[in-house]
């Protein structure tokens, strides 16, 4: 794999329309991109005009890197549902929980989007919902308790895992307890190491003992453990916590570099640069094709530049690679 490959197996990104385009195209033939990520705009209400289109992503990523891409969607039941249009309605994580059935809620809603052409689900959500006032988990999380989140997470991810999708535990280290949504601003929370330890870690030790594909980074800043860096750029939790601490071996996906938490306080470059140095795998951008083009195009000049090493390059693109030839 070359330099410009790997750079592009450590992005998924957003699209333009819901049907196969020359700029879907171009994502994969110019820049070898390692996955696609779909929104209500991409998912067309004809099933088969949605099955065509992941069909021919997944060709044409193979054909591009020789490595099929992650095809994937926010697909958690509840509210976080992209395809309520297609496969209907399903329960949240909460109420999966009190009736005492993840498993097989989690495993009719899988087996509906692996259907569908997907290979990828972001869900679980391993929050705890433990401050009424959160204005963004709530119901999204199986409750307030660390114990009752961490068995509904590894019942989920045992779900997807039957179903044949990748399954991702969100929002390391746990965006429960905070009083401001990351999608607006950047949260900023003075919990300490202990208290996550005894608390948000919890589900999370529990997804990667139950082997979860992904986790993805919260923007938030949790100044008592680290007082400069929003998780997603931060060394102390992407490695000294997530990987060495809690074993962790998969892959490490940042939430969507394009939310205010992050974008309002860094540049396109320096959220590139940070949070790959800090050890992510995998960038998860949402943007416009001249957004993603010039996403592509930074990234490169960083590693050109020798502010993004072609060693940590390698090192995630080898990780993604491992993942696609043993799951895909």
């Given at each position: 794999?070359?330099?410009?490959?790997?750079?592009?197996?450590?992005?998924?990104?957003?699209?333009?329309?819901?049907?196969?385009?020359?700029?879907?195209?171009?994502?994969?033939?110019?820049?070898?991109?390692?996955?696609?990520?779909?929104?209500?705009?991409?998912?067309?209400?004809?099933?088969?005009?949605?099955?065509?289109?992941?069909?021919?992503?997944?060709?044409?990523?193979?054909?591009?890197?020789?490595?099929?891409?992650?095809?994937?969607?926010?697909?958690?039941?509840?509210?976080?549902?992209?395809?309520?249009?297609?496969?209907?309605?399903?329960?949240?994580?909460?109420?999966?929980?009190?009736?005492?059935?993840?498993?097989?809620?989690?495993?009719?809603?899988?087996?509906?989007?692996?259907?569908?052409?997907?290979?990828?689900?972001?869900?679980?959500v391993l929050d705890i919902n433990?401050?009424?006032?959160?204005?963004?988990?709530?119901?999204?999380?199986?409750?307030?308790?660390?114990?009752?989140v961490k068995a509904g997470g590894?019942?989920?991810?045992?779900?997807?895992?039957?179903?044949?999708?990748?399954?991702?535990?969100?929002?390391?280290p746990g965006h429960g307890d905070?009083?401001?949504?990351?999608?607006?601003?950047?949260?900023?929370?003075?919990?300490?190491?202990?208290?996550?330890?005894?608390?948000?870690?919890?589900?999370?030790?529990?997804?990667?003992?139950?082997?979860?594909?992904?986790?993805?980074?919260?923007?938030?800043?949790?100044?008592?453990?680290?007082?400069?860096?929003?998780?997603?750029?931060?060394?102390?939790?992407?490695?000294?916590?997530?990987?060495?601490?809690?074993?962790?071996?998969?892959?490490?996906?940042?939430?969507?570099?394009?939310?205010?938490?992050?974008?309002?306080?860094?540049?396109?470059?320096?959220?590139?640069?940070?949070?790959?140095?800090?050890?992510?795998?995998?960038?998860?951008?949402?943007?416009?094709?001249?957004?993603?083009?010039?996403?592509?195009?930074?990234?490169?000049?960083?590693?050109?530049?020798?502010?993004?090493?072609?060693?940590?390059?390698?090192?995630?693109?080898?990780?993604?690679?491992?993942?696609?030839?043993?799951?895909?």
């Amino acid at each position: 794999m070359d330099v410009a490959t790997a750079i592009g197996q450590m992005a998924i990104v957003s699209f333009p329309g819901d049907e196969w385009n020359r700029e879907i195209e171009s994502l994969f033939t110019k820049y070898c991109t390692g996955g696609l990520i779909h929104f209500q705009e991409n998912i067309s209400k004809d099933r088969l005009k949605l099955e065509e289109l992941n069909k021919t992503a997944l060709e044409a990523g193979y054909a591009s890197s020789g490595l099929l891409p992650f095809i994937s969607v926010d697909e958690e039941g509840g509210k976080v549902s992209r395809l309520k249009g297609i496969i209907g309605s399903f329960p949240t994580a909460m109420e999966t929980a009190g009736k005492g059935d993840v498993y097989a809620a989690y495993l009719s809603l899988s087996a509906k989007v692996k259907e569908l052409g997907f290979n990828t689900a972001w869900a679980p959500v391993l929050d705890i919902n433990s401050n009424p006032q959160n204005p963004v988990i709530g119901d999204r999380s199986f409750g307030a308790a660390a114990n009752t989140v961490k068995a509904g997470g590894q019942e989920a991810i045992r779900a997807f895992r039957s179903s044949g999708l990748l399954s991702c535990g969100k929002h390391f280290p746990g965006h429960g307890d905070t009083f401001v949504d990351s999608h607006l601003s950047l949260p900023v929370q003075e919990t300490t190491l202990e208290v996550l330890r005894a608390r948000e870690l919890i589900p999370f030790a529990g997804a990667v003992k139950e082997g979860v594909d992904f986790i993805m980074t919260a923007h938030i800043l949790f100044s008592a453990v680290d007082k400069e860096m929003p998780v997603t750029f931060s060394k102390i939790f992407l490695q000294n916590i997530l990987r060495e601490e809690l074993g962790y071996e998969g892959l490490i996906v940042t939430d969507d570099l394009n939310m205010g938490a992050v974008k309002q306080n860094y540049s396109l470059e320096e959220r590139i640069e940070l949070s790959v140095n800090a050890g992510a795998d995998i960038l998860l951008l949402r943007d416009s094709s001249d957004g993603i083009r010039e996403f592509f195009k930074t990234f490169r000049k960083l590693v050109e530049n020798g502010k993004v090493l072609e060693k940590r390059v390698f090192e995630s693109a080898e990780r993604i690679k491992k993942l696609k030839e043993k799951k895909l």
